[in-house]
């Protein structure tokens, strides 16, 4: 394994240390015992490091995972159960012989789809591997809140036994297309040997609103059953920067 590679997962695991995914969780699965009960089976869109999935397979769903980066599923892979399945795979084209009674696409994965073919092509292709009335869970950046709180730059800084992370957030607004590319400038030192390793990440990240979305859902034969701020469940407003939306297979 690469030095590079190593400092990737670890620089990975620190930055979202914080994240309740076992709170997330709970929340999708209240979700789905809501609006479609007995579903067993989940596909998985941008699976990361496979923490949500890792943890939906102990609430008895079995699960395909679907993710680009080849980095990300190696280390998904290192944790998985017997119920899980994690395939490096591109999610605006992909053709696997299974049906979901569940979609999931967690933590703004459908925000990093910032054109419209990639949207539609990739609705299409969930409708496709979805059983009757299945449903299509994710979170999106919400319009109202990007407008209204624009994003400015700011600076993290992040620390454990091994590493010392200072990340730069420098975001490049493009009103037109709903887009904020986020420049993210990284710098990872190790502590043991004082080395310093410099990553830079372009995360071009689009958001939405709720009538985009619907009519989104209309194009590829879904309807949109409702929508709330991620993991409170409150009303999006200007102060929601990621609403989750369920869909329903038509
Ligand atoms: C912010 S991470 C979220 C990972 C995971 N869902 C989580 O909650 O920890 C976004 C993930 O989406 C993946 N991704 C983005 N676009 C993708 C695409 N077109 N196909 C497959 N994976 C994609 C990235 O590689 C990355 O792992």
Redesign the pocket.
Known sequence: MSQNFKLYSQYYDLL?QDKDYQAEVNYLHQLINQYRPKSTNILE?????G??ANLLAEKSYSIVG????AE?VAIANKTKTEKVDFII????GFQINQSFDVALS????IS??TDNQSLISTFEQVHHHLNEKGLFIFDVWHSSAVNFQVPEKRTKTLQNEIIHVTRHANPIINTEQNVVVVNYAIEVEDLKDGTTTNIDELHPMRHFSRPEIELLAYATGFEVIHSEEFLSKAIPSVETWGVCYILRKL
Do not use: W
């Not at 795979?89 to 605006?92: F, G, L, S, V, Y």
């Not at 967690?106 to 994965?109: M, R, S």
């Open positions: 979202y869109l941008g699976s990361g490091t923490k949500h679907l993710e680009r980066s990300m795979a591109d999610i605006t967690l933590f703004h994965v990093y789809l």
